[in-house]
């Protein structure tokens, strides 16, 4: 199985705050990475595909970049309801489609 | 708007067959593929499988042997069985429905609590 290990699994914000997590995968995925929201009590929400492509009517704050095996999400500027953890999830042709275990974004 | 709506029993005893239905209200069923991914404390989400409206599966290797994902079109449903059920199959099980070209699940279910205990 590609394996996926996201950084920081904890991070300590404030509103306005620019901020970045770090997915790399354990082999190559092209660009085949999708990033989500999750809050508590609920499912998953798409923020991102095929690494860099913004779903739709997710705010524009959020933006991914990467390809190979480093990816990295971006918050340009944090919101109150921004607060919440995030996950990676690689789709490469090679299933199980894994996830990363998470990054806990938290008020500072 | 597309709504996936899901329903299974949620409180099994260890070795009995987990079943989950997921019923795809308003959208193409044929043009996607349609998704089971789970969520436990200890194991953090684990995508379980996937289907198409011809068919075609998808399983985690991990839990292959124990699972079947089956769709009825007839019916817009797509489910999930998982086979000799134990405490380490209690989660949160999604159903979900996902892009054929890349596989990013953007519509999902409610989410049931399934727990295993004797």
């Known amino acids: 199985d590609i394996q996926m290990t996201q950084s920081p699994s904890t991070l300590s914000a404030s509103v306005g705050d620019r901020v970045t997590i770090t997915c790399r995968a354990s082999?190559?995925?092209?660009?085949?990475l999708g990033w989500y929201q999750q809050k508590p009590g609920k499912a998953p929400n798409l923020l991102i595909y095929r690494s860099s492509s913004l779903e739709n009517g997710v705010p524009s704050r959020f933006s991914g970049s990467g390809s190979g095996t480093e990816f990295t999400l971006t918050i340009s500027s944090l919101q109150t309801d921004d607060f919440a953890t995030y996950y990676c999830?690689?789709?490469?042709?090679?299933?199980?489609?894994?996830f990363g275990q998470g990054t806990r974004v938290e008020i500072k | 708007q597309v709504q996936l709506q899901q329903w299974g029993a949620g409180l099994l005893k260890p070795s009995e067959t987990l079943s989950l239905t997921c019923a795809v209200y308003s959208g193409s069923f044929s043009d996607y593929y349609w998704t089971w991914i789970r969520q436990s404390p200890g194991k953090g989400l684990e995508w379980i499988g996937e289907?198409?409206?011809?068919?075609?599966?998808n399983y985690n290797p991990s839990l292959k042997s124990r699972v079947t994902v089956y769709v009825d079109t007839s019916k817009n449903q797509f489910s999930l069985k998982l086979t000799s059920v134990t405490a380490a199959d209690t989660a949160v099980y999604y159903c979900?429905?996902?892009?054929?070209?890349?596989?990013?699940?953007?519509?999902w279910g409610q989410g049931t609590l399934v727990t295993v205990s004797s």
């Open positions: 979900a429905r996902s892009r054929i070209v890349d596989r990013s699940p953007y519509y």
């Open positions: 999830q690689q789709y490469s042709s090679s299933s199980p489609y894994t």
């Open positions: 289907i198409n409206h011809t068919g075609r599966t």
């Open positions: 082999q190559n995925i092209s660009s085949w």
